[in-house]
């Protein structure tokens, strides 16, 4: 499906939700796909894009960067400390900040450097134990920590676990971040973003349906 074709999805979703127009923006997820398909992507316009891995993302996106200005790029996938200072200098926004961790090292980085992308809390919604992410229930504490190290939270992100109806992840995830202020979610994958957008998704990200099927899993 080519990406003209998911927006325009989007823009009908957004209508049926009664929402402005651009009122959601597209991830394009490229992890693990092919340059010539990524960058088939950026030559029709597009320049938002999402990447799982530090690492992988540090090895293609900064010549791409160059070629075509514009380019945003969002961290997706789980953030090791350690990657964390690299990451800072390659992404705009991190989607993933799920640990006290994790959030007391962005912040030093932060205060070092001066700058820091903007930051999505990723929650657990399905409290699945191989899952990244606070549980619902420790979300508000976690917001109120980050908010207290000055980081510049924006928003919340969940993926819901693939066998549950994600309408109630989608709407669990929207009620924790109307209570604490914070007016973007990233939410709804290829398969569901439409729901997403209904309750609110801010942010979808969107891999397979604009790329087709990864090459290597």
């Known amino acids: 499906m080519s990406i003209a074709q998911i927006k325009e999805r989007i823009a009908r979703a957004e209508r049926g939700a009664g ?43 900064p010549a791409w960067c160059e070629e075509f200005p514009g380019v945003e790029l969002h961290l997706l996938g789980p953030l090791q400390t350690n990657k964390a200072r690299q990451a800072l200098g390659l992404f705009d926004a991190i989607h993933s900040l799920d640990r006290p961790k994790l959030a007391r ?27 990244a992410g606070v549980l619902p229930q420790e979300a508000d504490a976690f917001i109120a920590e980050c908010r207290g190290l000055e980081l510049p939270i924006i928003g919340l992100m969940c993926i819901p676990p693939v066998e549950e109806e994600p309408s109630l992840h ?20 290829s398969a569901d973003f439409e729901k997403a957008i209904a309750f609110g998704a801010t942010h979808v990200r969107v891999g397979s349906a604009i790329f087709g099927a990864r090459e290597n899993g």
Not at 106 to 128: D, M
């Open 170 to 189: 989608f709407a669990l995830l929207a009620k924790i971040a109307e209570r604490n202020g914070l007016s973007e979610l990233s939410m709804g994958m």
């Open 19 to 61: 929402r402005p127009a651009g009122s959601v923006r597209l991830i394009a997820v490229s992890k693990k796909q092919p340059e010539a398909r990524v960058r088939a992507v950026l030559q029709e316009g597009h320049r938002l894009f999402g990447e799982n891995r530090v690492q992988e993302a540090a090895g293609k996106w």
């Open 105 to 131: 090292t962005l912040a030093r980085l932060a205060q070092e450097t001066g700058s820091c992308p903007k930051l999505f809390i990723q929650v657990n919604t399905g409290e699945e134990p191989q899952k």
